[in-house]
């Protein structure tokens, strides 16, 4: 078992709409959780870290964690084309090592 | 966050030499890492840098292949050695904010796309 999945494929949503984003991680142990999002070329940028259960906004991102059902996601309100992008799910498992999943494309239609 | 450069941005190189990538901060920082990012794939983490001491490095990445410094708090170096085209790659520094309350939240530098032919 890998350890952070990001199984979905890409993901298109109208422009307006709320994108849903979801990610599992293997590791009980792992301790803090973070969303970069990366343009085609670009390095990843950091958007949300999470490390309580809970939901926790910014903006127009809210991540939300779970840590008995091992999964964390990120949804983004009213989705702009400027978001389309790549979007990486990563966890800290300690020793400040951060596993990346292998990420979901987002397509915003105008 | 800090601002981070890579130098080169991009590089070409021949089969069987080396490349050495400098990653540049503009504030100290403790920990420093080295990622790599296969084409399509995610980041995948080669080593920590650490300033003073060897590196880290992850399962599968080993110092002959991949040696890395950290003369002081705001430089590291990564060379690629004997390169193949498996090492086709770009290459990513990133920096650990510092301070209380940080949970690891790591930022990148602008990478280093490499092609081996």
């Known amino acids: 078992q890998k350890e952070v999945e990001q199984n979905s494929g890409p993901l298109s949503v109208p422009e307006g709409a709320i994108a849903s984003l979801n990610c599992t991680y293997s590791?009980?142990?792992?301790?803090?959780f973070f969303w970069y999002r990366q343009y085609s070329g670009k390095s990843p940028e950091l958007i949300m870290f999470?490390?309580?259960?809970g939901d926790k906004e910014d903006g127009r991102f809210t991540a939300q964690l779970n840590k008995a059902s091992q999964y964390v996601s990120l949804l983004i309100r009213d989705s702009q084309p400027s978001d389309s992008a790549t979007y990486l799910c990563?966890?800290?498992?300690?020793?400040?090592?951060?596993?990346f999943g292998k990420g979901n494309q987002v397509v915003v239609i105008p | 966050s800090a601002v981070i450069s890579q130098k080169p941005s991009r590089d070409i190189c021949q089969r069987g030499t080396s490349l050495t990538i400098q990653c540049q901060v503009d504030?100290?920082?403790?920990?420093m890492f080295w990622y790599r990012q296969q084409p399509g794939q995610s980041l995948t983490l080669i080593a920590t840098?650490?300033?003073?001491?060897?590196?880290?490095?992850e399962s599968g990445f080993v110092i002959d292949k991949f040696p890395i410094s950290r003369p002081n708090l705001t430089f590291s170096t990564l060379t690629v050695s004997n390169m193949s085209p498996e090492d086709s790659s770009i290459y990513l520094c990133?920096?650990?904010?510092?301070?209380?309350?940080?949970?690891?939240?790591?930022?990148f530098g602008p990478g280093t796309r490499l092609t081996v032919l």
């Open positions: 590791d009980r142990g792992s301790q803090s």
């Open positions: 840098a650490n300033q003073g001491s060897e590196a880290t490095y």
């Open positions: 990563a966890v800290n498992n300690g020793n400040n090592r951060l596993a």
């Open positions: 504030s100290q920082v403790t920990m």
């Open positions: 999470i490390y309580s259960n």
């Open positions: 990133s920096v650990r904010r510092g301070g209380s309350g940080a949970h690891n939240e790591q930022f």
